[in-house]
């Protein structure tokens, strides 16, 4: 069974710029969440969709957006990027309540 | 921001010997959950331990969870050096959204 793949694994952008990251879950998992780590903050919830419908997102600016497809399939973006916008991001599907996730191997975003 | 914190932050022992990380959380929880990290990579999910349930069992892996005291406790018996990894928690509240500790960076020296 494949695990939750995400691309690119690594991204390099400047300030201003804006990047899309992409999901894909496990087939079958309906629920797909993102997450954002950092040195100083750690880790913190991004958002979480399933079946297309965001149904929790985190304290992020509206710079921080995303959508889920048809497939499940899941896409993030960040609009204008800054500085500490860099961080590893990661992906995670999930069978449902009361179910683990399970990660993908995360892109690393560096914003110069 | 983070429920709770792990104690301790970093963790070095010989092989064969038992580790021990504990969490705690502060708000009510629906299940804690623990996962390990190699090198800023991807999680990986260990174990699931309900809000109804004390301890649980996987492998090496024993976590204890006492809801009265918001704490839970991941104990690593006969350590390996594939184990050296960084440990987090993170509490499911039912909103869907996991919300994690600090993590533990546990160092198993061969």
């Known amino acids: 069974k494949a695990g939750v793949t995400q691309t690119p694994r690594y991204l390099i952008k400047t300030r201003g710029q804006q990047v899309t990251l992409s999901c894909s879950p496990i087939?079958?998992?309906?629920?797909v969440s993102w997450y954002q780590q950092t040195p100083g903050q750690g880790l913190q919830f991004l958002f979480e969709y399933f079946s297309e419908t965001q149904r929790n997102k985190g304290n992020f600016p509206g710079r921080f957006s995303g959508r889920q497809f048809s497939n499940s399939r899941s896409e993030m973006n960040v609009s204008t990027l800054e500085l500490g916008d860099s961080a590893l991001y990661l992906c995670?599907?999930?069978?449902?309540?009361?179910?683990?996730?399970?990660f993908g191997s995360g892109t690393r975003l560096t914003v110069v | 921001s983070q429920q709770g914190e792990e104690d301790p932050q970093a963790l070095s022992i010989q092989e064969g010997e038992n580790a021990t990380m504990n969490c705690s959380y502060k708000t009510s929880i629906n299940n804690l959950q623990w996962y390990r990290q190699n090198s800023g990579r991807g999680l990986v999910h260990l174990i699931l331990?309900?809000?109804?349930?004390r301890e649980k069992h996987s492998g090496r892996l024993r976590v204890t969870l006492d809801t009265s005291k918001k704490s839970s406790s991941l104990l690593i018996t006969a350590s390996r050096a594939a184990d050296t990894a960084s440990y987090f928690c993170a509490t499911d509240t039912g909103r869907r959204a996991l919300t994690f500790g600090s993590g533990t960076r546990l160092q198993v020296q061969p």
């Open positions: 995670a599907s999930s069978q449902g309540a009361g179910y683990g996730y399970t």
């Open positions: 087939s079958g998992h309906r629920s």
């Open positions: 331990i309900r809000s109804n349930e």
